[in-house]
């Protein structure tokens, strides 16, 4: 926004980083006379500027031989933001067909899978659950494409473990993230999702399945 208090800043504008000339901006088409003092709008376009702190002013030439320039703006630019990482862990590690002999609600096992960094979109990533338990028969079958929605960093997928009434000792679900879906016959037909890591150190997670609140 440039304003000029004796006259109006009707001609291009040159920007500049430092010493570093980045751009000029169009003369804006008045078809009228020139107020004194009357703001006027001037942009451009920085392309790939460098990481790091600048200084940035714009100079504007009222008369030739004379140039008025703005106070310094600073900024600072930052580089390619990091990709997401994405892990899991057992939030609750334990769930429960029955909480006998305690007089209390079954426990239910989570997984909780977490992301860094913005959050401006959703993520999607692939669970593969394997382990002793069969799922939906032990606990109801979970979905294999897990999705963080955009504005949250965490999302959570419960197991709940089904009764059978049979002394069956710990059984375990494994759930492990991966950029792909599991492989079936038939293909599901369902691409793989780029654009974020998984830590490879939290890249698995255990709940334990068993038959009372003592097992």
């Given at each position: ?13 040159e920007?500049?980083?430092?010493n ?76 429960e ?9 079954n ?11 913005p ?5 999607r ?7 002793t ?15 963080i ?24 679900v ?7 879906p ?30 009372d609140?003592?097992?």
């Open positions: 926004l440039g304003v000029w208090t004796q006259g109006e800043v009707d001609q291009s504008v920007f500049f980083a430092g570093v000339f980045i751009g000029r901006s169009n003369p804006p088409q008045l078809g009228r006379p020139t107020i004194p003092g009357l703001p006027s709008v001037h942009t451009i376009l920085w392309t790939n500027p460098p990481p790091g702190q600048h200084t940035l002013t714009a100079r504007f030439e009222s008369s030739p031989g004379l140039a008025v320039t703005s106070p310094p703006v600073h900024i600072t630019v930052g580089g390619e933001p990091p990709p997401a990482v994405v892990s899991i862990e057992a939030a609750q590690p334990i769930a067909e029955s909480s006998e002999p305690f007089p209390r609600m426990l239910v096992g989570v997984f909780g899978i977490s992301r860094t960094g959050t401006d979109h959703s993520l990533v692939f669970v593969r659950y394997s382990g338990a069969t799922m939906g028969v032990d606990c109801p079958a979970r979905p294999i494409l897990a999705e929605p955009a504005g949250v960093s965490s999302i959570e997928i419960r197991i709940e473990a089904t009764p059978d009434s049979q002394r069956e000792g710990i059984e375990t494994i759930a492990t993230l991966s950029h792909c599991p492989d079936t016959q038939p293909p599901l037909g369902m691409p793989c999702f780029a654009g974020f890591e998984i830590d490879s150190s939290r890249e698995r997670a255990t709940v334990f399945i068993r038959d609140g003592i097992t």
